[in-house]
């Protein structure tokens, strides 16, 4: 039984606001960006951002900023 879920809620939510991050900022593959944040999978991450955003890796990327 999970003993805080509020507490992995809030690190999921910062992993993936670091993801987002990354992905926005850097050419590093959907798998990397994973990885660094703490994940095994680029397809866990997609799923993720997909739940979060409605968004694919790719989306984000091309809507980010780039100077």
């Given at each position: 039984?999970?003993?805080?879920?509020?507490?992995?809620?809030?690190?999921?939510?910062?992993r993936?606001e670091r993801?987002?991050?990354?992905?926005?900022?850097?050419?590093?593959?959907?798998?990397?960006?994973?990885?660094?944040?703490?994940?095994?999978?680029?397809?866990?991450?997609?799923?993720?951002?997909?739940k979060?955003?409605?968004?694919?890796?790719?989306?984000i990327r091309?809507?980010?900023?780039?100077p």
């Amino acid at each position: 039984q999970d003993v805080c879920p509020s507490l992995r809620a809030d690190q999921q939510r910062k992993r993936l606001e670091r993801a987002r991050y990354l992905l926005e900022s850097t050419d590093d593959s959907v798998l990397s960006v994973a990885q660094q944040v703490g994940w095994e999978s680029g397809s866990y991450l997609s799923r993720m951002l997909g739940k979060a955003w409605s968004a694919t890796a790719a989306q984000i990327r091309a809507a980010a900023p780039r100077p």
